[in-house]
């Protein structure tokens, strides 16, 4: 019933920018909170930024002041700007969902995942 789609994703050199954009469809909550999570090969997926059902904003200390994480539910859209990107940001990175109005930046406190879009920065 519920269904996040992530788009954006490409290759970049280093201190470049990009967007990511996550679709999602489907009801699952009037004050949902939304992240956006990333996995590097042989990394465990960490997150990287979430935005709660009030619009506060948390952000991985590896990202703060380089991404902003924002939300049009209009559009029914998420989105992830990413600034001066480094080599070490190349992951796979993933939208996810909670019905709850916040949620810790943990793999395991979100419910509903896209299928990833991939960003690889070069040095």
């Known amino acids: 019933q519920v269904q996040l789609v992530e788009s954006g994703g490409g290759s970049v050199q280093a201190g470049g920018s990009l967007i990511l954009s996550c679709a999602f469809f489907?009801?699952?909550?009037?004050?949902?909170?939304m992240a956006w999570f990333r996995q590097a090969p042989g990394k465990e997926r960490e997150g990287v930024a979430s935005?709660?059902?009030?619009?506060?904003?948390t952000y991985s200390d590896s990202v703060k002041g380089r991404f902003t994480i924002s939300q049009d539910n209009a559009k029914n859209t998420l989105y992830l700007q990413m600034n001066s990107l480094k080599p070490e940001d190349t992951a796979m990175y993933y939208c996810?969902?909670?019905?709850?109005?916040?949620?810790?930046?943990?793999?395991?406190?979100?419910?509903?995942w896209g299928q990833g879009t991939q960003v690889t920065v070069s040095s």
């Open positions: 935005i709660d059902g009030n619009g506060r904003t």
């Open positions: 489907g009801y699952f909550g009037n004050r949902q909170c």
């Open positions: 996810a969902a909670d019905p709850r109005w916040w949620a810790l930046l943990q793999e395991n406190e979100y419910k509903y």
